[in-house]
């Protein structure tokens, strides 16, 4: 696709990666039989798998670090991509939310889905924004939760330890 940036490289770590992902049957294969006996398949199957895997493994980081060197990030697309997606995700954590406020489940959950269902319908079928915010807001059923919802659909709450992960891997980079 002409849009897509890198689309050949990345399609060719897919498939490197899943070429180094199959290589781990040779040996296996071999050990199957060999039962860890010092034989000549043994050797020249060890000779050709590791070192192509080695091979396989470090082209795929090399093309990785060179796609990843020249990445550029659209902080508006994920956060347009984030306020279409987030109040779908966020809606069994509203379901918890109303449980806590002394709501039933059963009901909690066929309301919701049934203003997910309309908001959805929106986005696909008048290629609107996702209002399924707004629907709960103006719902009086989910009332006990309305000071919540912010909270609810607070983006950081979904993303779990992943900052401190990629803080750590790049600290570990540099």
């Given at each position: 696709m002409p849009?897509?940036?890198?689309?050949?490289?990345?399609?060719?770590c897919c498939s490197l990666a899943r070429h180094l992902m199959t290589l781990i049957m040779n040996p296996l294969q071999t050990a199957s039989v060999q039962w860890f006996e010092r034989t000549l398949d043994d050797s020249a199957n060890r000779r050709v798998s590791l070192a192509e895997a080695f091979l396989t493994a470090d082209i795929v980081l090399s093309t990785l670090q060179n796609i990843s060197e020249g990445l550029v990030v659209y902080p508006k697309v994920i956060e347009r991509?984030?306020?279409q997606e987030l109040p779908f995700m966020a809606t069994e954590n509203i379901i918890m939310a109303m449980v806590k406020s002394g709501g039933n489940r059963q009901d909690c959950h066929e309301r919701i889905r049934v203003?997910?269902?309309q908001a959805a319908a929106v986005v696909k079928q008048?290629?609107?924004?996702?209002?399924l915010t707004n629907r709960i807001r103006s719902d009086p059923y989910f009332a006990p939760i309305h000071t919540q919802l912010?909270?609810?659909?607070?983006?950081?709450?979904?993303?779990?330890?992943a900052p401190q992960q990629v803080s750590?891997?790049?600290a570990c980079l540099l």
């Amino acid at each position: 696709m002409p849009y897509k940036r890198n689309p050949m490289r990345s399609e060719r770590c897919c498939s490197l990666a899943r070429h180094l992902m199959t290589l781990i049957m040779n040996p296996l294969q071999t050990a199957s039989v060999q039962w860890f006996e010092r034989t000549l398949d043994d050797s020249a199957n060890r000779r050709v798998s590791l070192a192509e895997a080695f091979l396989t493994a470090d082209i795929v980081l090399s093309t990785l670090q060179n796609i990843s060197e020249g990445l550029v990030v659209y902080p508006k697309v994920i956060e347009r991509r984030i306020r279409q997606e987030l109040p779908f995700m966020a809606t069994e954590n509203i379901i918890m939310a109303m449980v806590k406020s002394g709501g039933n489940r059963q009901d909690c959950h066929e309301r919701i889905r049934v203003l997910s269902q309309q908001a959805a319908a929106v986005v696909k079928q008048e290629g609107g924004d996702n209002d399924l915010t707004n629907r709960i807001r103006s719902d009086p059923y989910f009332a006990p939760i309305h000071t919540q919802l912010d909270q609810l659909l607070d983006p950081k709450s979904f993303v779990g330890r992943a900052p401190q992960q990629v803080s750590l891997a790049l600290a570990c980079l540099l």
